[in-house]
């Protein structure tokens, strides 16, 4: 009997795409182990890691850690409207908008940057897709904003090799 393996079906697809393997992959996207594969062995009863029992202690398991931006937002409005005050929820809202133009800046300069057939991102590739992709006046606040960041981060940078040397 061969094993022919399985097929899968992608959304927004109608391609198939056949897997060697017998079993289809897990929601997370491994394969379990088949029976006397080459997982690890158990441990003898009384041996345990550090890091499992104080996941125990400490409950479920940590996720990856997020950016928090509330710190910035905070600041950002102290230095706008000394007495001004925001909702925990008007916090994430703020975060969340941060976060989904962060990720559309990084992707339309990472588009910038296979255009000019360039694999390394720079202030360049930034500035440019932040022209691109914000309206005119909150664009050339971005500029001003963005420049004076690049000049502080070079100086500092020169300061610090000047120490060195």
């Known amino acids: 009997m061969e094993d022919k393996g399985y097929y899968l079906r992608t959304e927004g697809s109608n ?11 897990t929601k997370g996207g491994k394969r379990p182990l088949p029976l006397g594969g080459k997982g ?21 398991r940590r996720g990856k850690k997020q950016q928090r931006w509330d710190l910035y937002i905070h600041r950002t409005l102290r230095q706008v409207y000394k007495r001004g005050t925001l909702s925990k929820a008007a916090v994430r809202v703020l975060s969340s908008f941060i976060e989904d133009m962060y990720g559309k800046i990084q992707a339309e300069a990472v588009h910038v940057a296979c255009i000019n057939n360039v694999k ?42 000047s120490k060195v040397l």
């Open 40 to 60: 690890k062995g158990k441990r003898p009863p009384g041996q345990t890691t550090k890091s499992s029992s104080s996941r125990k202690k400490s409950g479920a």
């Open 120 to 161: 390394t991102l720079t202030a360049r590739e930034i500035q440019t897709s932040a022209r691109l992709l914000l309206p005119p006046e909150l664009a050339k606040h971005a500029m001003s904003e963005g420049t004076k960041a690049v000049a502080k981060y070079n100086a500092s940078r020169e300061e610090a090799y």
């Open 15 to 25: 391609r198939e795409v056949e897997h060697k393997k017998g079993m289809p992959p």
